[in-house]
């Protein structure tokens, strides 16, 4: 029974392939069309979910601290290197 029902998702999903592929060869010779773009571009923007602005703040405010911390501390550790380079050598 699985296996029929797993033959069946393969024939349809070869179908939405072979349907897409001909959608797609189509497309490419209307050429590109800067309305339909746009108008597609819009409504993928649509979905998007976009963070609210306190979210923005404390995301931004963490990578800044997070950059800070990892840049003091290659910082400190090349001076350590550089310190011991010049008592070995």
């Known amino acids: 029974m699985a296996k029929k ?3 069946k ?3 349809t999903q070869s ?3 072979t349907q897409t592929k001909s959608a797609d060869s189509k497309n490419d010779r ?10 597609e571009t819009k409504d993928e ?6 963070p609210s602005r306190q979210q923005v703040i404390s995301e931004s405010a963490a990578v800044i601290l997070m950059v800070t911390l990892v840049s003091t501390t290659i910082y400190f550790v090349d001076n350590l290197f550089r310190w011991l380079a010049g008592r070995v050598f």
């Not at 923007?45 to 976009?50: D, G, I, M, R, Y």
């Open 15 to 17: 179908k939405n392939v």
């Open 45 to 50: 923007l649509a979905k998007v979910a976009w």
């Open 30 to 39: 209307d050429g590109f069309q800067p309305t339909q773009f746009l108008a």
């Open 9 to 11: 998702s393969e024939v």
């Open 5 to 7: 029902n797993a033959q």
